[in-house]
């Protein structure tokens, strides 16, 4: 494969293709100074290790990349190397800038994708809450990328419609590999604890069931299955259960106003919170609080 680094607005291979920052193909034969300073991503940027090992510090930690591993950042990110250069090796990578992107998890990648606004929003939360950006052993980017470089450089008929669906398949797929690699050795116990500690962290988000599937790796059913066979409610009234015991913690607090807790614990309205937290403790938040001064 020949070596090139295509940026926006230099290469007439990316003319069509606005929301692409950076494509490379890029191999280190010599060390070189400053050539890959740490800075933020300008959109959301993946690299596959083709050859070679690389030491990187992303957002603050250090991390050793080797063949096949792929790094996974967000634009609020930094990535870059300690050192200020790039290892001896050979990568691959592609910088996207969506729409909309924000560190809260909303994701609009644009109207090139064709990836649905659900599926948008179960990424936008996956890539927002994940603290691990190194994927290891993912193989199947290599070739979605040697892909993309025969599409941009051949252009042949229909050459922009594949360019759109191979990003989307590369994101899709470096996604699934994040959301799944950190339970590929824990049984569903050990990664039903971690969900619940992830959703207590962030009650204030609207959860919904594909998102939280989407955390463990898991389809919408199959998920709804185990959580009902583990804790004996459906994933949004287990959910809502969450959310008001932790409501119950607030309440103890004078400093919180009722709006303030059912804001903060995901429900939409005061009312809403209040006929809830009601109807599975007997109380209103009101009186929960005053019996409990």
Same mark, same amino acid.
């Given at each position: 494969?020949?070596?090139?680094?295509?940026?926006?607005? /230099?290469?007439?291979?990316?003319?069509? =293709?606005?929301? +692409?920052?950076?494509?490379? #193909?890029?191999?280190?034969?010599?060390?070189?100074? #400053?050539?890959?300073? +740490? /800075?933020?991503?300008?959109?959301?940027?993946?690299?596959?290790?083709?050859?070679? /090992? =690389?030491?990187? #510090?992303?957002?603050?930690?250090?991390?050793?990349?080797?063949?096949?591993?792929?790094? *996974?950042?967000?634009?609020?990110?930094?990535?870059?190397?300690?050192?200020?250069?790039?290892?001896?090796?050979?990568?691959?990578?592609?910088? +996207?800038?969506?729409?909309?992107?924000?560190a809260n998890g909303e994701l609009v990648l644009g109207e090139w994708s064709s990836i649905s606004e659900t599926d948008q929003r179960v990424i936008g939360t996956i890539l927002s809450?994940?603290?691990?950006? +190194?994927?290891?052993?993912?193989?199947?980017?290599?070739?979605?990328?040697?892909?993309?470089?025969?599409?941009? =450089?051949?252009? &042949?008929?229909?050459?922009?419609?594949?360019?759109?669906?191979?990003i989307d398949e590369l994101l899709i797929t470096a996604v699934r590999h994040l959301s799944k690699q950190d339970n590929l050795r824990r049984d569903f116990p050990q990664t039903f604890?971690? *969900? &619940?500690?992830? *959703?207590?962290?962030?009650?204030?988000?609207?959860?919904?069931?594909?998102?939280?599937?989407?955390?463990?790796?898991?389809?919408?059913?199959? !998920?709804?299955?185990?959580?009902?066979?583990?804790?004996?409610?459906?994933?949004?009234?287990?959910?809502?259960?969450?959310?008001?015991?932790?409501?119950?913690?607030?309440?103890?607090?004078?400093?919180?106003?009722?709006?303030?807790?059912?804001?903060?614990?995901? !429900?939409?309205?005061?009312?809403?919170?209040?006929?809830? =937290?009601?109807?599975?403790?007997?109380?209103?938040?009101?009186? !929960?609080?005053?019996?409990?001064?």
């Amino acid at each position: 494969m020949s070596q090139f680094i295509l940026y926006q607005g /230099k290469a007439k291979e990316l003319s069509y =293709f606005p929301y +692409i920052i950076e494509f490379a #193909n890029y191999k280190i034969q010599n060390i070189q100074l #400053n050539s890959q300073e +740490i /800075k933020a991503s300008e959109g959301i940027r993946i690299c596959l290790i083709v050859d070679g /090992k =690389f030491d990187w #510090n992303i957002d603050g930690q250090p991390f050793l990349l080797y063949p096949n591993d792929v790094s *996974l950042t967000c634009p609020w990110q930094t990535i870059g190397s300690s050192k200020g250069a790039y290892d001896i090796g050979a990568l691959m990578w592609i910088t +996207i800038k969506p729409l909309h992107f924000e560190a809260n998890g909303e994701l609009v990648l644009g109207e090139w994708s064709s990836i649905s606004e659900t599926d948008q929003r179960v990424i936008g939360t996956i890539l927002s809450l994940n603290k691990k950006p +190194i994927l290891t052993r993912l193989k199947a980017c290599q070739q979605i990328f040697q892909n993309l470089e025969v599409e941009l =450089f051949a252009k &042949e008929l229909g050459y922009k419609t594949r360019v759109n669906h191979l990003i989307d398949e590369l994101l899709i797929t470096a996604v699934r590999h994040l959301s799944k690699q950190d339970n590929l050795r824990r049984d569903f116990p050990q990664t039903f604890l971690k *969900l &619940e500690q992830t *959703l207590r962290e962030n009650l204030s988000h609207p959860w919904s069931v594909e998102e939280m599937a989407g955390l463990v790796g898991l389809g919408t059913t199959a !998920f709804s299955e185990k959580v009902k066979a583990f804790s004996g409610f459906s994933p949004l009234n287990y959910l809502i259960n969450i959310r008001i015991s932790e409501a119950i913690k607030l309440l103890g607090r004078k400093d919180l106003s009722l709006t303030d807790i059912a804001l903060e614990t995901g !429900f939409y309205s005061s009312q809403h919170f209040s006929s809830t =937290f009601k109807k599975l403790t007997g109380y209103t938040p009101r009186e !929960f609080r005053k019996n409990t001064d």
